[in-house]
């Protein structure tokens, strides 16, 4: 699956550069060495947590090989410290506001360690992501944004904290990027690297609209209360739909004491079972997710997870 990390910074880059696209599949050196034989003016790395240690070994190379580097994502955000130790720079949080002054202190020679956006980006001024960079190769996936951050903020999440507030893409701007898919691919698959899709099902109309144009196959992440709109529900399926993923997070109410602020989700655990059914019923599977080792949690939790996953006919 693409990074969209990377394809959406290309998107934002200025007229007069230039640029390639690599995906790293695995830090080797004769990779490096022709991406460092191009000289570039800069090079930049994206890497979530369980691939960092292959970014930082990448970047280290290429700075052995006279290569300038900036690293930036969700690891690097959380973890800035330790990333500096293996680039020239670090983007800390967003990167579409900030990236094109980067590249302007690159080109100067002139990078500072560290660089973060004074506020949060706005969708509404969402570059398109380079999807012309991934060449001709058919994908199995690709991914699209239609909006960032949660308003949930569940105690164990990331989605609230590193992403800043909770903003939406406009529908229009959604149906460009669908546009760009499809025309590398005519019938995709699309995950949607969204935290909470449906979290304002007002917004949800005009996005519907632009997918059940396109023959697209999707896939999202959003809450429970998803079953609370039989009208979304109904146009689900016929618009590509095909999975939602579900944070469910616990097999019990006492499971889900203290995992968001407001005890939400522990006062909604008695509609769970239900809520799993009236998504099913649309042709639409649903992908439960739960937290364990929670403090408290015992040896119980995983015989209470398994019997709430046998009893409530979910899916996955």
């Not at 898919?181 to 019938?187: K, P």
């Not at 023959?215 to 959003?222: L, M, Q």
């Amino acid at each position: 699956m693409p990074g969209l990390g990377l394809l959406t910074l290309a998107g934002t880059i200025p007229e007069g550069w230039t640029c390639s696209y690599h995906e790293l599949d695995s830090a080797d050196e004769e990779t490096l060495a022709c991406i460092a034989d191009e000289r570039p003016t800069l090079v930049a790395l994206s890497a979530l947590t369980a691939s960092i240690e292959q970014a930082y070994r990448a970047s280290d190379s290429l700075r052995r090989r006279g290569a300038k580097t900036v690293l930036g994502g969700l690891h690097v955000t959380a973890l800035p410290d330790e990333a500096r130790a293996h680039a020239d720079a670090v983007v800390v949080g967003e990167g579409e506001a900030i990236f094109a002054t980067v590249l302007e202190d690159a080109l100067r020679g002139e990078l500072r360690p560290s660089y973060r956006a004074e506020a949060p980006f706005d969708l509404a001024r969402a570059p398109l992501p380079r999807f012309d960079l991934l060449g001709k190769r058919a994908r199995p996936r690709y991914t699209l944004q239609t909006q960032r951050g949660c308003p949930l903020a569940c105690e164990f999440c990331g989605a609230s904290r590193l992403l800043g507030t909770f903003r939406e893409k406009p529908a229009a701007i959604v149906a460009r990027e669908l546009e760009a898919i499809c025309a590398l691919d005519q019938r995709p698959v699309v995950e949607l690297a969204d935290d909470n899709t449906f979290v304002n099902p007002r917004w949800c109309n005009e996005f519907l609209d632009a997918m059940a144009e396109r023959d697209v196959r999707w896939f999202t992440e959003t809450d429970v209360s998803i079953a609370d709109h039989p009208e979304l529900l109904a146009r689900l399926f016929e618009s590509g739909c095909r999975q939602v993923l579900i944070g469910f997070e616990a097999a019990s109410p006492a499971g889900l004491e203290g995992i968001d602020a407001r005890n939400w989700k522990r006062r909604r655990f008695d509609g769970y079972r239900d809520a799993i059914r009236r998504v099913q019923e649309t042709g639409v599977s649903v992908n439960g997710c739960f937290i364990l080792g929670k403090d408290s949690d015992g040896p119980e939790v995983f015989d209470e997870v398994a019997e709430f996953v046998e009893s409530s006919g979910l899916t996955e």
